[in-house]
C-alpha cells in the first residue's frame, strides 16, 4: 500500500512540475510589426495616367499607322535604332506605369478635383468606392493593360512593324473595358438616337 | 543656337496642332449624342490608326464655304472586321457619313456609318457609342 502511494505522489508530482514549467515557459513572440512600405505615391491615378500612362502608350500607337493623303498611303514605323529604342522606352513605360496603378494609397484624384465630365464620367470619390469595392478587379486590369504591351514589346525586339501596328487593338480594348468598369461605368446608357 | 531652338519648338508646336486628341473619355463626354450629323462629301485624308481611325472631310456649307471635318472612327482592326480596307481611301472620293457632332468642337464628329459612291456602307463606329441601330 505504502509502495503504491509512493508510486501516486510522484505521479503527482510529476504532473505538477509539467503544468508549471508550461505556466512559465517564454510567452510567443509577438507577430512584427506590419513595416511600412518604403514606396510613397505623390500622383494621383488620374495623374499617372494623364503624365505617364496616356502619353506613352500614345508614342506607342502613333510610331506605326498609314496616312492616306488624297488617295496616296504613306507609311509612318521606326526606321532607326534610335526611334525603335524610342518606342521601346515608351512601351516599358506603359508596362511599369501599370505598377503603379496598383500600388495602394494612391488618391484618385488630386484634392478637390471632380468629374472630368459630370453625369457622364464618375467623380474621384465614387472611382474610389468602385475600387474599394474590387480592388481584386482593379488590379486584374492594371496586369491586364501590362501584359498587353508584351506583344508590342516584342514586337518591338523583332522590329516587327505589323506586329507593333496589331498589337495595338489589344492594349486600347483593355483600357476601354477597365474605363467602363471604374471610371464611366453608365456612359453607356446614352439615350438611343438614331443616326439614320 | 536660339533660333535652332525656336524652330524646334515650333515643329512640335505645329505636331501638336494638327494631332487629334487621344485621350481616352467617354463618348458622352466628347461627342453629343442629341446631334446627329450627316455629312455628304469629299474625303481628303484618311488616318489608319491606332486607337481610331480619323477621316478628313470636306462638306459644302449652305453658304458655299467649305468646312472641314474630323471624322473619330473604329480603330483600324474593328474597322477591317467590317469590310473597309485602306485602299478603298481612293483620291477624290465622295462619300456620306453619318455620325454624332463633337461636344465642344463643331468640326468634330464621331463617325457611326460610312457609305461610299457606289452604295457600299460600312459601320465605322467606336466603342461605347449610343445604341441606335448603326451596327447592322
Redesign the interface.
Known sequence: MDHLRHHVAAAVVLVATSLLAGCTAPAPAPPPAAAEPPYHPVASIREVMNSVIDPSVDVVWNSVKTVIDHGRPIEHAPATDQEWAEVRRHALIVSEGANLLMMPGRPVAPPGAGSLAPGIELAPEEVRALIDQSPGGWNQFARALQDSLQPALAAIDKKDPQALFESGDEIDAICESCHQVFWYPNAGAAAPVSAR | MKMKIFLVLLAAGALCAVQPA????????EYD??K?VTLTGIV????????HGWIYMDTKEPDGKVKHWMIETA????LVRHGLK?AD?????SAVV???QGTNDPSLANG??LVMKDGRSFYIGS????????ER
Open positions: 487621344q485621350a481616352h473619355h467617354a463618348f458622352a463626354a449624342v442629341t446627329p481628303t485624308k484618311m488616318e489608319w490608326a491606332n486607337p480603330g483600324p482592326s474593328q485602306k481611301f481612293t483620291d477624290g472620293m453619318k455620325g454624332y457611326r456609318t466603342v461605347g457609342g449610343p445604341n441606335d441601330g448603326a
